[in-house]
């Protein structure tokens, strides 16, 4: 935890050898393991992504056993889920047939979490994120990021065109929200956690239907079109349009603070 602001030193996560290095430098005392390859782009290349989602998360978890790191956090994501899982209220346990490679991956992933956990007593701890908006950066890659785009291209050019269809419910979660439910689930105490593969952790489900009503409120003149046909309407219609989370309640008081009311206008007021 490096006092005077931050250090940024980059490595490659499938390197291990400079990862150890890195490792051994700093001596951390807990690994946030965010580097993975999303879903659209996981679909234009299957085995890179593949290779980085899975060796990048082995890496971690063998270095974290041979250099005793106390606590290891990996996201998950709600793309484990796939067409025979139920699509309201998504459970923690049902059906999970994913079909995306992002979703293999991040479903394997889950597996290796727990098994690393039970057979060696590694303290790795994980959600399911569901799509996130933030305003700091510009999203990439993924299957949710038109609920990022929108509001810049809102801001930029009163207009915006979905890639998803106007009734297209996903579940979502403001980037404050995703970053606190994270720290609280990493302060919790190792007892009271249940689940070692991955949480569920809803937050906000909406359509681009409904995300744009919300914007035009604040923006009266925007106005929404869609495409069809887009790659990334058939991996959003594979997965849940909502997700129940009684577990993260119980467990660490999982809690998000933002509705879609309180996030546009946050967004907005933060991009402009
Ligand atoms: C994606 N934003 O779209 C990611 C996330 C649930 C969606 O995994 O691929």
Redesign the pocket.
Known sequence: NPKDGEIFETINVLDKSALKALLEKYKPTQVYLLA?M?????EQYPMKAWDLNMNGLLNVLDLALELGIKKIFW?S???VFGPHSPKKDTPQYCVMDPN?I??IS?LAGERLCEYYHNKYGLDIRSV?????ISWKTA?G?????YAVHIFFEALKNGKYTSFLSAQTA???LYMEDAVAGTIALMDAPEEQLTIRSSYNLGGLSFTPAEIAEEIKKILPNFEMSYVENDP?QT??DS?PASIDDTSAQKDWNWKPKFDLQTMTKDMIENLK
């Open positions: 993975a999303l879903s659209a782009t996981g996201p994501s709600i793309a995306s992002y979703g991040k399911r994120y569901p799509g996130i999203p890659g993924g299957t949710t990021d996903l579940p979502m990334r991996i959003a997965w």
